[in-house]
């Protein structure tokens, strides 16, 4: 251990405000890396399953080609 | 002898379908998911807290057990992007492009924290946030080119079209990695140069570069997990119109 009391840890030798704001911002990034694609991929099927129930509502097949956005 | 190229061309041919790509990658996920959380959870304590101070920066040289992993893949995702785009104009695979789509906004995330701690860490030990010193200034270009990518496929409507424009301006921008490289060497800078190389000893005790390269290893389990949800969430929407999506769609709950 290279620090004698948790407070110790936390000021970081007088460097704190500087390593803390460091880790508080890879922390920010890595959540949207990992949250983004599954965040993405709910709203797609959401999307998808109510077009595709609209569809079978209709009956109709040509329903989900022609109302599907480009992606 | 005709069917080894045969075969190889077969598993070439099932490398670049969507479906197989999404079937085959989905159990991956947990465990490469778990695999980085205990590498970057190790290499971080490590380094925040049993690794000693470096005796000229103090504590602030921590920084560096988020800001190299970060500086590494902001330029591991772009020659990865550059390599779809190569498989994408000479074999014409849609999953490339699909990973190339993917890649830009995570590497652009990657580019901005490195980046940004870089900027933190430049102060205590510096004395400025920032310099336009030639790493800095060609990491900077590393960002406008991943959003410049990005803006590209949002500005061209037919994917095809906007796929092999991202694909040029992907390969073209290569040419700023070896930039970034050797930027420290061939300009003056303020900028340490490399911790890790091939071909010699880390100058760093142990105690201070294994938790580095725990999180390095951590953080491109943590890319690559990123990298896999996000083309997988790229396939279905691209492969929205087949049959096997819309089974997928209708039998899977939200």
């Not at chain 1, 599954?38 to 097949?61: C, I, K, P, V």
């Not at chain 2, 490469?32 to 103090?58: E, H, K, N």
Request: glycine share 8%; with cysteine.
């Amino acid at each position: 251990m290279s620090f004698d009391s948790f407070g110790e840890f936390l000021a970081m030798g007088g460097h704190g405000f500087y390593v803390w704001w460091s880790y508080l911002l890879t922390l920010v990034v890595v959540g949207f890396i990992l949250v983004w694609p599954l965040w993405r991929r709910r709203r797609f099927l959401t999307e998808q399953r109510g077009r595709l129930q609209r569809a079978d509502a209709l009956g109709n097949r040509a329903e989900v080609e022609s109302h599907a956005p480009e992606a | 002898m005709k069917y080894i190229p045969d075969a190889l061309r077969r598993l070439w041919h099932r490398m670049g379908s969507p479906r197989w790509f999404y079937e085959t990658t989905g159990p991956w996920v947990p465990w490469l998911a778990a695999a980085a959380a205990l590498l970057i959870g190790v290499g971080t304590v490590w380094g925040l807290a049993y690794a000693p101070p470096d005796y000229l920066q103090g504590d602030s040289f921590r920084i560096i057990y988020i800001h190299v992993p970060a500086a590494y893949l902001a330029q591991a995702g772009y020659i990865l992007m550059a390599i779809c785009g190569v498989v994408l104009l000479v074999w014409r695979m849609k999953l490339a492009d699909m990973v190339m789509a993917t890649v830009a906004p995570i590497g652009a995330a990657f580019t901005f924290l490195a980046l940004a701690t870089g900027s933190i860490w430049g102060k205590p030990t510096w004395g400025t946030y920032w310099i336009w010193d030639a790493r800095i200034t060609s990491v900077l270009i590393l960002l406008f080119l991943y959003l410049g990518i990005m803006g590209l496929r949002r500005a061209i409507e037919r994917p095809e079209a906007a796929g092999r424009a991202c694909a040029i301006l992907a390969i073209v921008g290569v040419i700023n990695i070896p930039i970034i490289k050797y930027s420290v060497d061939w300009w003056m800078t303020l900028h340490q140069p490399a911790t890790f190389s091939v071909t010699s000893a880390p100058a760093m005790p142990a105690i201070m570069w294994v938790p580095l390269l725990l999180n390095v290893l951590g953080f491109n389990l943590l890319f690559a997990v990123s990298v896999i949800q996000g083309t997988r969430t790229e396939v279905l929407i691209r492969e929205r119109r087949t049959r096997w999506v819309t089974d997928l769609c209708r039998g899977e709950q939200a």
